[in-house]
């Protein structure tokens, strides 16, 4: 059996926020894509505050980064959607 297993990876320097989160664990990958979006929607509001840049986003990407510009490893968010294998 396959499972998707939703991951976010949130790091900010300035507020000391940082979390490597499993958002949770699907049986399809629908389930896990449309909770992903959500996500997405979320964490582009909390980066309007500063001049962010981020990945293309095309349906069935099983990633998606967010950062912002010229300070990837000061604050970005990575989200990633791993396919396991249950044995």
Do not use: P
């Amino acid at each position: 059996m396959r499972v998707y297993v939703l991951v976010c990876n949130y790091h900010s320097v300035d507020s000391g926020d940082f979390t490597n989160d499993v958002v949770g664990v699907y049986e399809k990958f629908e389930d896990a894509q449309k909770e992903m979006k959500k996500i997405m929607v979320e964490v582009r509001d909390d980066f309007k505050r500063c001049d962010a840049e981020e990945d293309n986003y095309v349906d069935g990407d099983m990633s998606w980064s967010i950062w912002e510009k010229g300070e990837w490893v000061n604050f970005h968010c990575d989200i990633t959607i791993h396919e396991k294998e249950i044995q």
